[in-house]
């Protein structure tokens, strides 16, 4: 993953999911951001629901610290050539 989607979505990630700027739908608004913007890049998100409920949650309820929302992504995101 490059380095400058890597951030812009750990940005989106942190700020809709943890920042709940809406009443109602932030993590997965966050979560469809995010995959729209590396999906622009070449990149998708590569685990399955339960993972990424699991990894929303986590960012949403501030178990996640910055490093740790980072290195998830590095696992879980491949480019679309994978």
């Not at 709940?20 to 890049?41: C, I, S, W």
């Not at 986590?58 to 998830?72: L, N, T």
Request: aromatic share 10%.
């Amino acid at each position: 993953m490059c380095n400058l989607s890597g951030r812009y979505v750990f940005f989106i990630r942190h700020a809709i999911g943890s920042q709940h700027p809406f009443v109602d739908g932030n993590k997965r608004t966050a979560l469809v951001v995010a995959e729209n913007v590396l999906g622009q890049q070449g990149y998708y998100i590569a685990a399955d629901e339960d993972t990424i409920v699991e990894f929303m949650l986590s960012v949403a309820s501030y178990k996640s610290e910055p490093d740790e929302i980072e290195q998830w992504l590095r696992q879980h995101v491949k480019t679309m050539e994978n």
